[in-house]
């Protein structure tokens, strides 16, 4: 499956932003999706992951509460709705699909097989 990421910019502290995932392929509602985020300077981090039917999702203590995943396997697209956006949200972010045979949600980034190029989020206070 390929994976292209969009809706990276630039918002201000406490805004929010959408961003989007779509796969390619009739198989994306197989996958376990996630997403995840690399800042300058630092490794690449869990955000939050979803199941394959959605009825499931978890997310990073850090951005919990404020940050949503959803999918749409008719759309074969999955989204992250970002709230009250903080600096130190910066980052490149991820989206990933895992087979993830037996699991619900995957929260390593070795537990995904897939990787989209990434797009840019700055937050800027």
């Known amino acids: 499956v390929q994976l292209q990421a969009s809706g990276g910019g630039l918002v201000q502290a406490g805004g929010s932003l959408r961003l989007s995932c779509a796969a390619s392929g009739d198989t994306f509602s197989s996958y376990i999706m996630g997403w995840f985020r690399q800042a300058p300077g630092k490794e690449r981090e869990f955000v939050a992951s979803i199941y394959r039917s959605g009825e499931y999702t978890h997310y990073a203590d850090s951005v919990t509460g404020r940050f949503t995943i959803s999918r749409d396997n008719a759309k074969n697209t999955v989204y992250l709705q970002m709230y009250s956006l903080k600096p130190e949200d910066t980052a490149v972010y991820y989206c990933?699909?895992?087979?993830?045979?037996?699991?619900?949600?995957?929260?390593?980034?070795?537990?995904?097989?897939?990787w989209g190029q990434g797009t840019l989020v700055t937050v800027s206070s």
């Open positions: 990933a699909a895992g087979i993830g045979s037996g699991l619900i949600v995957l929260v390593t980034s070795r537990e995904y097989d897939y």
